[in-house]
């Protein structure tokens, strides 16, 4: 699915509820507000929103029934909220901010923060999986604001969700009188939970991720390559000598693949420029050299222009003296032919070296092109020339082998796709609520953090009131133009 069918879905989608709308509004008046007013629903334009109090009493019941537990458990989330992920996220910004509009400074081991778009730059179709995985990461959210009411007997007036085009948000409406009635770090607490929910959801995800293939190796088999499962629509792997759907790959340019981390390595190491070793023997009766001609971009073509599966392949000089021989000679040989069998690599860290008796070969390629060989089970290997960025972004894998066909029809990869977007939604949720920013929680963390410090000083209303403002003005005015910016940048760099 690509991005224009999944905005013409949404538009179509908005369409139709709307033209519902606007059709019982005017022909069924009073039924019909009556319905919206039972059922909690109010629809505008792009957005429709849901509220009901059905579960208040059940929060306030589950709250007071874990009593104990929830005190200390909310308590811990208020001291990691303040002293640990507040100025992390601040130190995440401030040196993004640096990194991205000051080109001279610098700074290692920042976690890469980026928009998440379906069709963008993540698939079209992982839109159910993004739907779910944030709409989990705001509720839990949520759930963490109004159990940490409840436990400060605050009053849960209702709960909801409210969806803009795509995007989930639940929400819990509180008595603001019981809450602006409550001490300073009680308040905290209440706007500190749902963030602190949000960091434990994203450790929960992330400890089930990294547990999935012992949790599922009762029904499915790993380790012993990766699966091809698809592609997308522009994947040049796909054509008559490329990959196939189903094919189990085990190696790329010798670099053994066992699961699908070994999958990014291996499309990693890719990039490194190798020969193959080959036999001189094998070279004096398949060499195909024709006259020697240099392109405009200095890489030196050997074969002729028709020959589509020969390559020029240059002699590399071995660190051994014994075995050189003189750098500049080229061969046009097939290098399918070349790999029929396990073929050895030789790469400049290695001196270019080979066993005796056998010579380094090279294929002679310009700057931004690599061959890359594939090699598959059962099957005979799939050369590429191009580029490894392209079997990483048009190529989907699946780790996981059923051990009977009953199991075939779920794979867990997509239960870790869903625990990746948990995690990236959870913590990205978290830190824009932590940051000073109007709206967010950060807004009453930072009001309440100044209230405390205000106390301390023995200052009045007027310093909490102008330091607050000052404050949240600058976090709003550092947070909305880089989220406009990470969009932005998705939008026009992102390509998934």
Same mark, same amino acid.
């Given at each position: 699915?690509?991005?224009?069918?999944?905005?013409?879905?949404?538009?179509?989608?908005?369409?139709?509820?709307?033209?519902?709308?606007?059709?019982?509004?005017?022909?069924?008046?009073?039924?019909?507000?009556?319905?919206?007013?039972?059922?909690?629903?109010?629809?505008?334009?792009?957005?429709?929103?849901?509220?009901?109090?059905?579960?208040?009493?059940?929060?306030?019941?589950?709250?007071?029934?874990?009593?104990?537990?929830?005190?200390?458990?909310?308590?811990?989330?208020?001291?990691?909220?303040?002293?640990?992920?507040?100025?992390?996220?601040?130190?995440?910004?401030?040196?993004? &901010?640096?990194?991205?509009?000051?080109?001279? &400074?610098?700074?290692?081991?920042?976690?890469?923060?980026?928009?998440?778009?379906?069709?963008?730059?993540?698939?079209?179709?992982?839109?159910?999986?993004?739907?779910?995985?944030?709409?989990?990461?705001?509720?839990?959210?949520?759930?963490?604001?109004? /159990?940490?009411?409840?436990?400060?007997?605050?009053? /849960?007036?209702?709960?909801?969700?409210?969806?803009?085009?795509?995007?989930?948000?639940?929400?819990?409406?509180?008595?603001?009188?019981?809450?602006?009635?409550?001490?300073?770090?009680?308040?905290?607490?209440?706007?500190?939970?749902?963030?602190?929910?949000?960091?434990?959801?994203?450790?929960?995800?992330?400890? /089930?991720?990294?547990?999935?293939?012992?949790?599922?190796?009762?029904?499915?088999?790993?380790?012993?390559?990766?699966?091809?499962?698809?592609?997308?629509?522009?994947?040049? /792997?796909?054509?008559?000598?490329?990959?196939?759907?189903?094919?189990?790959?085990?190696?790329?340019?010798?670099?053994?693949?066992?699961?699908?981390?070994?999958?990014?390595?291996?499309?990693?190491?890719?990039?490194?420029?190798?020969?193959?070793?080959?036999?001189?023997?094998?070279?004096?009766?398949?060499?195909?050299?024709?006259?020697?001609?240099?392109?405009?971009?200095?890489?030196?073509?050997?074969?002729?222009?028709?020959?589509?599966?020969?390559?020029?392949?240059?002699?590399?000089?071995?660190?051994?003296?014994?075995?050189?021989?003189?750098?500049?000679?080229?061969?046009?040989?097939?290098?399918?032919?070349?790999?029929?069998?396990?073929?050895?690599?030789?790469?400049?860290?290695?001196?270019?070296?080979?066993?005796?008796?056998?010579?380094?070969?090279?294929?002679?390629?310009?700057?931004?092109?690599?061959?890359?060989?594939?090699?598959?089970?059962?099957?005979?290997?799939?050369?590429?020339?191009?580029?490894?960025?392209?079997?990483?972004?048009?190529?989907?894998?699946?780790?996981?082998?059923?051990?009977?066909?009953?199991?075939?029809?779920?794979?867990?990869?997509?239960?870790?796709?869903?625990?990746?977007?948990?995690?990236?939604?959870?913590?990205?949720?978290?830190?824009?609520?932590?940051?000073?920013?109007?709206?967010?929680?950060?807004?009453?963390?930072?009001?309440?953090?100044?209230?405390?410090?205000?106390?301390?000083?023995?200052?009045?209303?007027?310093?909490?009131?102008?330091?607050?403002?000052?404050?949240?003005?600058?976090?709003?005015?550092?947070?909305?133009?880089?989220?406009?910016?990470?969009?932005?940048?998705?939008?026009?760099?992102?390509?998934?």
């Amino acid at each position: 699915m690509s991005f224009a069918i999944l905005c013409s879905f949404v538009i179509t989608f908005y369409v139709v509820i709307w033209f519902f709308d606007s059709f019982f509004k005017s022909c069924m008046h009073y039924p019909y507000y009556a319905f919206l007013e039972g059922t909690g629903l109010k629809i505008g334009i792009l957005n429709f929103t849901w509220t009901t109090t059905a579960f208040n009493r059940f929060l306030y019941r589950w709250s007071k029934n874990l009593t104990r537990i929830l005190r200390k458990w909310y308590t811990c989330g208020y001291i990691f909220t303040i002293w640990i992920f507040l100025p992390f996220a601040i130190w995440t910004l401030l040196t993004f &901010i640096f990194e991205h509009f000051y080109e001279t &400074i610098q700074i290692n081991n920042v976690p890469e923060i980026k928009a998440m778009l379906p069709g963008v730059n993540i698939p079209a179709s992982d839109f159910w999986v993004y739907f779910l995985a944030i709409g989990f990461s705001t509720v839990f959210h949520e759930l963490g604001h109004a /159990l940490a009411a409840a436990q400060e007997d605050v009053q /849960l007036i209702s709960v909801g969700v409210y969806v803009f085009t795509i995007i989930p948000i639940a929400f819990v409406q509180m008595n603001s009188d019981h809450l602006n009635s409550l001490s300073v770090t009680k308040r905290l607490k209440i706007f500190c939970a749902g963030i602190w929910h949000n960091i434990a959801t994203a450790f929960v995800a992330l400890l /089930l991720f990294f547990s999935a293939p012992i949790l599922f190796n009762i029904a499915y088999e790993t380790g012993i390559g990766v699966k091809i499962t698809g592609f997308t629509d522009d994947s040049p /792997l796909t054509d008559e000598r490329g990959l196939i759907q189903g094919d189990v790959v085990y190696s790329i340019n010798s670099c053994e693949i066992k699961n699908a981390n070994d999958w990014i390595y291996c499309l990693h190491m890719a990039h490194d420029r190798f020969g193959i070793c080959t036999s001189a023997e094998y070279v004096s009766q398949n060499d195909e050299i024709m006259m020697e001609t240099i392109r405009e971009n200095d890489v030196v073509e050997c074969c002729r222009k028709d020959d589509l599966y020969s390559f020029c392949f240059e002699y590399m000089e071995p660190k051994v003296v014994a075995d050189s021989v003189l750098p500049g000679q080229y061969s046009c040989l097939k290098p399918r032919d070349m790999i029929k069998e396990k073929f050895t690599k030789c790469t400049e860290p290695g001196g270019f070296s080979c066993p005796r008796g056998m010579h380094c070969l090279r294929p002679s390629l310009n700057n931004h092109t690599y061959l890359i060989v594939i090699e598959r089970k059962d099957k005979e290997a799939v050369l590429y020339l191009g580029l490894p960025y392209d079997l990483h972004k048009t190529v989907f894998i699946d780790q996981y082998f059923p051990r009977m066909a009953l199991f075939s029809f779920f794979s867990p990869s997509q239960f870790e796709k869903l625990l990746r977007y948990v995690f990236m939604f959870s913590m990205g949720i978290g830190f824009l609520n932590v940051v000073p920013c109007y709206g967010m929680d950060g807004h009453h963390i930072t009001r309440s953090l100044i209230q405390i410090l205000a106390k301390y000083l023995n200052k009045n209303g007027d310093f909490v009131t102008f330091f607050t403002v000052f404050t949240v003005v600058v976090g709003t005015g550092v947070t909305v133009p880089t989220l406009i910016y990470l969009f932005y940048q998705a939008v026009t760099l992102g390509v998934y």
